[in-house]
């Protein structure tokens, strides 16, 4: 069983639309959470974190947490053409480890 | 300054061959690790080290051995490679033991075993 789902996508959004990628996690005690950008061919870049229930805004990026229901997700708002890439949910737990998704590939149209 | 740099950034070999990766990382974190990115982009951490002991080893054939001669340097020797060690291999490191503020990647090595 996968311990961090990511919806599958590719996503394709128009240029200044709204992109949202979701994720699941299946550690209850997971603490932080990230999302990380990769442009193809490159490494993962670190965009937002969260730690606690609710909403954090940075920019055009919006991350939500509900360990509730081990849910966050991440909303790019008027998305560019270099939104485009992979976006990577990551979860840290108390085993040190800092556990990926598979990723979900993002397009957006010009 | 690069913060995590890695070298080689392009491997290619043949089976059967022995080869290393090399990691180092400017931000005095105490804290690194490798993770293996596969062709459908799943990063799977293989190793971590804090402060030169091993604290993360996952299931990797025992062909795969960390090093870390300092909490700077972290390499990666791989043996008898085989056709599935064909992949980008990324360094990482973070400020503490844990994945508390995120990691910051290398590079990577695209290793292809031919």
């Known amino acids: 069983q996968k311990e961090v789902e990511q919806n599958s996508g590719p996503l394709s959004v128009p240029e200044g639309a709204i992109a949202s990628l979701n994720c699941t996690y299946s550690?209850?005690?997971?603490?932080?959470f990230f999302w990380y950008r990769q442009y193809s061919g490159k490494s993962p870049e670190l965009i937002m974190s969260?730690?606690?229930?609710g909403d954090k805004e940075d920019g055009r990026f919006t991350a939500q947490l509900n360990k509730a229901s081990q849910y966050v997700s991440l909303l790019i708002r008027d998305s560019q053409p270099s939104d485009s890439a992979t976006y990577l949910c990551?979860?840290?737990?108390?085993?040190?480890?800092?556990?990926f998704g598979a990723g979900t590939t993002v397009t957006v149209r010009a | 300054d690069t913060a995590v740099s890695q070298t080689p950034k392009y491997l290619v070999t043949q089976m059967g061959n022995d080869k290393s990766i090399k990691c180092e990382q400017n931000?005095?974190?105490?804290?690194m690790y490798w993770y293996k990115q596969d062709s459908k982009k799943f990063l799977k951490i293989m190793f971590s080290?804090?402060?030169?002991?091993?604290?993360i080893n996952e299931t990797v054939p025992n062909r795969f051995s960390p090093k870390s001669p300092d909490k700077a340097h972290l390499n990666l020797h791989i043996n008898s490679l085989e056709l599935g060690d064909s992949a980008v291999y990324f360094c990482?490191?973070?400020?503490?033991?844990?994945?508390?503020?995120?990691?910051?990647f290398g590079s990577g090595t695209r290793l292809t075993v031919v």
């Open positions: 990482a490191s973070s400020q503490d033991r844990g994945p508390r503020y995120g990691y910051t």
């Open positions: 550690d209850r005690v997971s603490q932080s």
């Open positions: 969260i730690y606690s229930n």
């Open positions: 990551a979860v840290g737990s108390n085993d040190y480890k800092l556990s």
């Open positions: 931000l005095g974190h105490d804290t």
């Open positions: 080290y804090n402060n030169k002991e091993l604290i």
